[in-house]
């Protein structure tokens, strides 16, 4: 008959175990679906499956990481079983803020354009986690948006719809 703490330390090594096994799994799986895809291409040299080549790598990367730390002992330097299970409590106006921040972006992007629908996801993601200073999370967000719209649309010549500051930000966004 196993103890209590016996058959927790059991469950833990083949939580640890599964999981290890799934990234293992996974990264396999990504690598696998990368294989199919030109590693080069167009004028960059760098095709589509160069991107989920390094994740597929990452992935496979940290499950063996985590394989071997399994089999030498477990996963060093977890959490405490309490933590690791969450001793918070749900914040329902949290949520509530980050999934109606989120559905904005997607009914804006099309329209208002990336940078406004960035901008709007960011300072209701900060409202979400607490934040009461929307005109600085509105201006760090749009910010923040302007540097990766310029980002995409300049330095790697990948078009992202302008919308309604397409006067301002100019032709380069579809």
């Avoid at 929307?134 to 719209?149: H, K, N, T, Y």
């Amino acid at each position: 008959m196993t103890t209590g703490a016996e058959g927790r330390r059991r469950r833990v090594a083949l939580v640890e175990l599964a999981l290890s096994l799934a990234l293992l799994a996974l990264g396999a799986f990504v690598l696998g679906v990368a294989g199919r895809m030109p590693a080069t291409g167009g004028f960059s040299g760098v095709g589509p499956g160069a991107m989920p080549t390094i994740v597929g790598v990452g992935l496979v990367g940290v499950g063996l990481w985590l394989l071997g730390e399994r089999l030498t002992g477990g996963w060093r330097q977890a959490e405490p079983e309490p933590t690791a299970r969450g001793e918070h409590a749900f914040h329902g106006a949290g949520f509530a803020w980050v999934s109606a921040a989120l559905a904005a972006q997607m009914l804006l992007i099309s329209t208002a354009g990336f940078v406004i629908a960035a901008t709007a996801l960011f300072a209701g993601v900060a409202r979400g986690f607490g934040s009461r200073r929307p005109l600085r999370d509105a201006l760090l967000g749009l910010a923040v948006a302007l540097a990766i719209f310029v980002f995409f649309v300049h330095l790697l010549n990948v078009n992202l719809p302008a919308g309604w500051l397409k006067p301002v930000l100019g032709a380069a966004g579809i």
